[in-house]
C-alpha cells in the first residue's frame, strides 16, 4: 500500500495532508486512545523557548510526544520583558501547567545571531535582533578575542545565558520562586551539525544566586571558545571555569 510517509520531502500541501492522516492513523493503531487522552489533559512537564529556525524542532530533537512539551519560539529565543507573547506563554506554563522546567535552547549557526554580529539591515527584524546586539555589545571584549568565525557560536551561547537570566528575573518566575514552587531555567544550545543538545550549565532555581552563576557560565563560554581557539588562558581559572 501507498504510505505517503515514507515518501521524499513535501512538495505541496495536499502531501501534508496526506502525511498528517498516515501518521494520525498510525497513532491510534499502535496507541489506541492516544488522541483521546490529549483531550482530556495537558500536563507537560517541560517548557521549551527555542528559535523559530526549522532546523530546531523540540519534540523531535528530544524524543517528546505531544502533550509533553510546551513551545515557545521566535527568531533567535530571546526573551524581552516587553514581550506580552513570551512573558504569556510562560505564565502559563508556569502557573497554570506547572513546568518543572524551562529551557532556552539556542542553536549553533543561528541566522538571527550571524545578523546580529555582522550588524546586517534585514528589516523590521533589526529591531528585534538588536537585543542580540546589546548582548554582542556587553561581551564585546570577550568577543573580540576570539577568532572571528568562532564568534557566531559563542555569541549564541552567551545569548541562551543571558535569555536564561531574562525567564528568570521575570515577575512570573519570582512570584513562582517566592510561594516556592519548584521550577528551573536551564540554558541550552543545539548542534545543527551533529543533532546534538549541549547544556551549558546555566540553570537558576530560585535559590543558587543568579549573578554567581551567570558569572560562572560566561567564564566557562569565555574558557571553551579560548580554548577551542588555542588562545592563552591568561585570566580564565580552569578549575572555575570547566563545568
Ligand atoms: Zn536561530
Redesign the pocket.
Given at each position: 500500500m501507498h504510505d505517503p510517509m515514507e515518501n521524499d520531502t513535501p512538495d505541496n500541501l495536499e502531501d501534508l495532508f496526506a502525511h498528517n492522516r498516515t501518521w494520525a492513523a498510525r497513532m491510534e493503531r499502535d496507541r489506541p486512545g492516544f488522541f483521546t487522552s490529549l483531550v482530556k489533559q495537558q500536563t507537560p512537564k517541560y517548557m521549551w523557548i527555542g528559535?523559530?529556525?526549522s532546523r530546531?524542532p523540540a519534540n523531535q530533537i528530544t524524543g517528546l510526544e505531544p502533550g509533553e512539551v510546551f513551545v515557545h519560539r521566535n527568531?533567535?529565543?530571546i526573551v524581552v520583558h516587553s514581550d506580552l507573547n513570551a512573558l504569556s506563554a510562560i505564565q502559563f506554563a508556569v502557573e497554570r501547567l506547572k513546568v518543572q522546567h524551562i529551557m532556552v535552547v539556542?542553536?549553533y549557526?543561528?541566522?538571527?545571531?550571524q545578523a546580529a554580529l555582522e550588524g546586517a539591515r534585514i528589516g523590521l527584524a533589526d529591531n528585534w535582533i538588536r537585543h542580540i546586539q546589546d548582548v554582542r555589545d556587553r561581551h564585546r571584549v570577550l568577543l573580540s578575542s576570539l577568532p572571528e568565525e568562532l564568534r557566531a557560536d559563542a555569541l549564541c551561547e552567551l545569548n541562551v545565558t543571558e535569555q536564561v537570566v531574562n525567564v528568570a528575573v521575570s515577575t512570573v518566575m519570582e512570584d513562582a520562586w517566592s510561594r516556592k514552587q519548584s521550577v528551573s531555567i536551564h540554558g541550552w544550545a543545539f548542534g545543527v551539525h551533529d543533532g546534538l543538545l549541549q547544556d551549558l550549565g546555566m540553570t537558576l532555581d530560585g535559590v543558587k544566586p543568579i549573578e554567581a552563576l551567570y558569572k560562572a557560565a560566561v567564564q566557562r563560554i569565555r574558557y571553551k571558545w579560548s580554548k577551542r581557539a588555542e588562545l592563552p588562558q591568561a585570566n580564565v581559572d580552569p578549575a572555575q571555569a570547566e563545568p
Open positions: 528559535c523559530s529556525d530546531v527568531v533567535a529565543n539556542g542553536h549557526g543561528c541566522g538571527g545571531v
